[in-house]
């Protein structure tokens, strides 16, 4: 399915990663923004929303701002990672997943090469996600900056509960973070470094510029010495404010989107899920679910190995499996995992190895075994060696091919008796084409 976006990028050459690097960086920057301001027209704005009033799905999403990459971590390969993981989780579990992308620096004066990056590093993530781009299930759509719940309380639903839980978590959160202060070496302003937990802050770290010397900035210190700051140094910097406030503004944003877009907020980080289950405690187990699924979609190899573009192709051809494993997958999450507990590669493993991992398993042998006793009666039945079904069963002939040969030895009733056999030695039998986990049986076998 071509998008207006997708035209526009193919209409520039903008189809793969080194064509982005190559046209981004190349071209005369005036040519850059133009083309810019083109791919950034494409981008659906809500504005009309008929069709997204299609029938409410469970699966229906809009991804925050850190699950698509527009918070944390700013390095391009963080961004292009977020974009890899969010497009193996749009095509192993969503029906649509909303993203808002921008293409634009929002640096104060940014710079040509400022602009240049932002907006490749957006372009690469399209990339990334084309192929369900294609499918329609990842949607872009022009993100939003104006639902501060500080700056536009009136645009914001729910405005005064989510500002109570800004504070309440500023608070609560403030002695799991600290912050360092280290001046330039030649004596000039340096960088302020916080440290504090990663599902608040990507990496556990984020470090920041000093543009002007304030108040709070500790004084005569030895030249490029870290000198830890205190609790009223950390309180009047605004920093531990800042990062809470970056989720509050996001919820706020998905209020609307939501409402907008008919779809549901779907984030991949500890904090947001906690901001989301203190907004709506009814929605915890479900951004569990979604955080859990998210680490299953980068940590295991059943959903790593495979091309996106072959995912595809599977969940188009068995849609229906698709379906069933999704809801399976969905329920045995939310009977066995923990409301409250971090979401961890770790944690993700364990509920593949102990839930998922013997299914598949107990679905692979199953296959075989049926295999094993078709191949056994049909030998018998047709009255000839089994290498001549195992020849078509396992050498690729086509049933045009097998019936040929094997009119020439035994004729016509021999081909109906061995028509009937073939049907019963086929890769995965009815039985285990109707297990609720048979689309993962399917990624699985497609990775080796």
Known sequence: MTTKLIEVLEEHGL??????????????????????????????????????????????????????????????????RKAEILARYAACFCDRVVVPLDFVSHHENASQSQERYAFARSLFAIVEMRPVID???????????HYCPLCFPHKIPEVDRILEIRKHLIEALFDRFQMSYQPGHDGTLGRVVVYGPEGYLEHGEMSFEVSQMADWLPRRIRKAKMVRLTDAQKRNSGKID?????????????QVYGARFNATYLTNILGEAQFLKSLHEDDRLAARTAGLCAELTHSIPLFTELPLDRVMK???????????????????????????????????????????????????QQAKNERNRALKESAINVGITAGVIALGAYSGLLPAQLSALCTAVGGVKLVTDLAKSVAQIEKNPTKVRNSNLYFLLRLRQETK
Request: aromatic fraction near 8%.
């Open 15 to 80: 189809v793969s990663s080194p064509a982005v690097e190559r046209l981004i960086y190349e071209l005369p920057f005036k040519q850059v923004m133009k083309i810019r301001d083109e791919v950034q027209a494409s981008l659906h704005t809500g504005s009309d929303c008929k069709s997204f009033e299609d029938v409410f799905s469970p699966f229906n999403f809009i991804a925050s701002a850190s699950f698509r990459g527009d918070t944390g971590c700013g390095s391009w390969h963080c961004h292009t």
């Open 135 to 145: 499918a329609g299930i990842i949607v872009p759509v022009a993100s939003m900056f």
């Open 242 to 254: 800042a990062i809470v406030n970056q989720i509050a503004i996001d919820v706020s944003a998905q």
């Open 314 to 364: 599977i969940r188009r051809e068995d849609h229906s499996a698709f379906d069933s494993y999704r809801v399976t997958l969905s329920k045995m999450l939310k009977d066995h995992i923990e409301a409250d507990k971090s979401l961890t590669e770790t944690e993700a493993r364990e509920l593949y190895d102990d839930l998922l991992r013997p299914e598949i398993l107990n679905l692979e």
